[in-house]
C-alpha cells in the first residue's frame, strides 16, 4: 500500500505570494493533520481534519487554511507569505479509533523569497 | 502546554557503539512515538509505545508513563542510523488529538 503522499516536493514563491499545498492519505485512513517544521526545530502541530472537519487548529494565524475532501485528501492553504513561513511542511495520517499512530508524509520544503 | 524534553541534544559515536536516548514529558499523555528523520526529511516510525517496551531489531524502547518518561536504545549502530530522533507525545486538545513534539535530537555514526 501506499504511504502518505504529498505534493509538490519543492517550492519556491515569493513574499506576499499564496501557496497550496496537497496530501493523500494512506488508503482507509479518515484523519489528517500538517506539521509545520522549521529548520532545527521539531514539527508543530497546524490542523487536524476528520471526515471533512476540522478538528483541531494549532497557535497559527489565520493565514493558513485547510480543508478535506470526499476521499479524505487534503490541501493546505497560506495567504500572504512571509519568509518566517519558509519551512517542511509535514502531512500525516491515522486510521479511525482514539489512540492510532501517525504515519508521515515525506513533506513539501517551501522556500519564501 | 505539555513540554517535551529530548537529550542529549546532539551525540556523536563510532560505528558498533550502543547509545540511549532519552525523552521527558510534563504531563499525562494518550501515547508516544519515536521517530527517524532521515536527511532528505523523511519522518519514519519507529516506535508506537504509549507504555512498556517493544523491541525491533538493534531498536528498541521503554515508557513509563507514570515517571513520564521514555528511553530509546540503539545498539551496534550503523552509519545509516544518523539523522535525528523526535520524540513525540500525543495529547487532546478539544476535540482533537495533536503530537507535541521534542526539538530532537542530531545523532551522527562515524565509520
Known amino acids: 500500500d501506499a504511504g502518505v503522499t504529498q505534493s509538490p516536493t519543492h517550492l519556491i514563491k515569493t513574499r506576499g505570494q499564496h501557496v497550496t499545498l496537497r496530501c493523500s492519505p494512506i488508503?482507509?485512513?479518515?484523519?489528517v493533520s500538517w506539521y509545520q517544521q522549521v529548520l532545527g526545530q521539531g514539527p508543530q502541530f497546524i490542523f487536524q481534519?476528520?471526515?471533512?472537519?476540522?478538528?483541531g487548529r494549532g497557535n497559527f494565524p489565520d493565514r493558513f487554511s485547510a480543508r478535506q475532501f470526499p476521499n479524505y485528501s487534503s490541501e493546505l492553504n497560506v495567504n500572504a507569505l512571509l519568509l518566517g513561513d519558509s519551512a517542511l511542511y509535514l502531512c500525516?495520517?491515522?486510521?479511525?479509533?482514539?489512540?492510532?499512530?501517525?504515519?508521515f508524509g515525506n513533506g513539501t520544503r517551501l522556500t519564501v523569497t | 502546554g505539555i513540554q517535551v524534553e529530548q537529550s542529549p541534544p546532539d551525540l556523536i559515536l563510532q560505528e558498533g557503539a550502543n547509545s540511549t536516548l532519552r525523552c521527558n514529558f510534563s504531563?499525562?499523555?494518550?501515547?508516544l512515538q519515536w521517530f527517524h528523520q532521515n536527511p532528505w526529511g523523511q519522518l519514519i516510525n519507529l516506535f508506537y509505545i504509549p507504555s512498556g517496551t517493544k523491541q525491533n531489531g538493534r531498536l528498541s524502547a521503554t515508557t513509563v508513563a507514570t515517571e513520564r518518561y521514555s528511553l530509546l536504545y540503539i545498539s551496534s549502530s550503523q552509519t545509516t542510523d544518523s539523522g535525528v530522533y523526535f520524540c513525540?507525545?500525543?495529547?487532546?486538545?478539544?476535540?482533537?488529538?495533536?503530537?507535541?513534539f521534542g526539538k530532537g535530537m542530531k545523532l551522527t555514526v562515524n565509520p
Open positions: 488508503s482507509g485512513h479518515k484523519s
Open positions: 513525540a507525545v500525543a495529547v487532546t486538545q478539544g476535540g482533537s488529538e495533536k503530537l507535541v
Open positions: 481534519y476528520y471526515e471533512k472537519e476540522e478538528r
Open positions: 504531563d499525562s499523555v494518550n501515547n
Open positions: 500525516a495520517s491515522s486510521s479511525p479509533g482514539r489512540n492510532s499512530p501517525l504515519h
